[in-house]
């Protein structure tokens, strides 16, 4: 056991890692990457915190640092502004990489690898599905959804005055619209999960 937490145990690394991350789409030009900073200097995110650090999550999966990396709240944090995508001169596209690393993640806790430390997939899940259904966010579905499966039932229950107020204030609906191309979105849907 490394007694100096910033030592990197090289035998807890996975040099595939970074090839693994090249085969997904949006990860492509990873290893372009010469960490120059420019992501993390155009970052809002990393204004706000300082945790999330694009720059460092690279080097982190170039690295072969796969566990710290997935199992990282701050992979969730990318608010895919596409301001360092912008500015980005090796075309890393960081952006779309945060969504690469992000589906790795979701694949290897499926297969029990690691445990998302974030709630971020599971409201995307809530949000996913409901246009799924509909074709559009009912918003007051995917709020209750992911509140129950974050929060359980007494954190839900912490926010029904507020449910109410927006209701009563008509920001959030009582029934869902659908909307009329929804076989079109099905259609969409089913594309996606074919690939």
Known sequence: MLENPDVIDASNLDPTFKYDISTQLGGENIKRCFQCGTCV???????IDEGFNPRKIIRMALLGMKEEVLSSEFIWFCSRCYACYEQCPQDV???????????????????GNIKIRSTKPILDKAFV??????????????????????????GLLSYVSDGFAMLRKRKLGFRPEKVKELGQIGGIFEALEEK
Request: hydrophobic residues 35%; charged residues 30%; aromatic residues 6%.
């Open 129 to 154: 599905n409901s246009i799924r259904k509909y074709g559009r966010n009912f918003e007051t579905e995917t709020i209750i959804s992911g509140v129950l499966a974050t929060k359980g039932i007494k």
């Open 93 to 111: 596209r960081i952006t779309e990489l945060m969504g690469a690393i992000a589906s790795i993640a979701e694949r290897e806790e499926k297969d």
């Open 41 to 47: 200097a155009s970052c809002p995110i990393w204004t």
